[in-house]
């Protein structure tokens, strides 16, 4: 069988679900395209018997790049699972997009579930969730990594899953989704640079997966702005390698507000590598 799987990856913990499912699937004999959605786009290959959407829950949605093109992919009667990932809340995210994609794009969308992999956000107001560092972000890996393979094993089987139909969950989703764009907007105006530590290395320039950030010139350093499209993401934010990104003047202190720096040491050009790697 030949699985096609679409996935978008803030720092990193989408992209090491993407590959427990590709190590998985192919060991048990079928045919894997991993796909980013970042730079591929959502449009899956005609000869595909089985799709698949692997995601990190933002604000009880899919990221900002799916949502944007998830309704533009051609309509097929086949199968397709949705995977989502949080540190915390992740309300009814899969059912919810399930409830769109079967009506508009006739998928059967069989299976839906989610995994708790670690936080990427540590600002202020959103602190309560420390971001994991050594051996306590490795044992939360290492504790999804057989319930990704047992998920793998279910969808193989055709068993159905849906999962998120707590009613206090579908309840805070729903708030949170109404909330969330006008957040992301508050988040976006409040990052900043800190010209002290940065050394224009250009690494965010190249990460932001929406070209939102220009560096020429000295862009940031002097102007300390972005552009107006930010998502927030918190790639830059993160994986900034003097973590001279900024969310509000209190994140200087990176012993308070830690950065997430992925599931791997090289979380960074594994990501802008990505696209070669896994086509």
């Known amino acids: 069988m030949k699985i096609e799987i679409k996935y978008f ?3 990193g913990n989408t992209l090491w679900m993407a590959k427990v499912f590709k190590t998985y699937l192919e060991g048990k004999g079928h045919t894997v395209l991993l796909s980013n959605a970042e730079s591929d786009g959502m449009e899956y290959e005609d000869d595909t018997d089985m799709m698949g959407i692997l995601y990190p829950v933002w604000g009880s949605n899919f990221p900002t790049p799916i949502e944007k093109e998830i309704l533009k992919i051609k309509p097929r009667n086949k199968k397709m699972f949705l995977i989502g990932n949080c540190a915390l809340f992740t309300g009814d995210t899969g059912l919810y997009w399930k409830s769109i ?14 995994v708790k992999l670690p936080t990427n956000v540590n600002v202020r107001w959103f602190n309560f969730l420390k971001v994991l560092q050594g ?5 939360l890996f290492d504790k999804a990594k057989p319930k990704l393979e047992k998920m793998c094993e279910d969808i193989l089987e055709g068993k159905r899953k849906e999962r998120g139909k707590n009613p206090f969950g579908i309840l805070g989703a729903k708030i949170q989704r109404h909330q ?16 002290d530590k940065c050394i224009d290395c250009k690494l965010c320039e190249k990460l932001c997966p929406i070209n939102n950030i220009q560096v020429e010139n000295n862009y940031l ?10 998502i927030c993401c918190a790639r830059c934010y993160n994986l900034c390698p003097t973590d001279a990104y900024l969310v509000g003047y209190e994140t200087r202190n990176t012993t308070r507000y830690r950065r997430y720096k992925g599931a791997y040491p090289n979380t960074a050009t594994l990501i802008l590598s ?6």
């Open 9 to 11: 990856t803030s720092t």
């Open 101 to 114: 994609i079967e009506p508009n794009l006739n998928y059967d969308v069989f299976y839906v579930n989610h």
């Open 135 to 139: 051996e306590k972000k490795t044992r």
């Open 180 to 195: 969330a764009k006008s957040e992301y907007v508050f988040w976006a105006k409040k990052m900043t640079i800190d010209p």
């Open 221 to 230: 350093v002097k102007h300390g702005k972005f552009n107006e499209n930010c």
């Open 274 to 279: 990505n696209k070669k790697e896994w086509h």
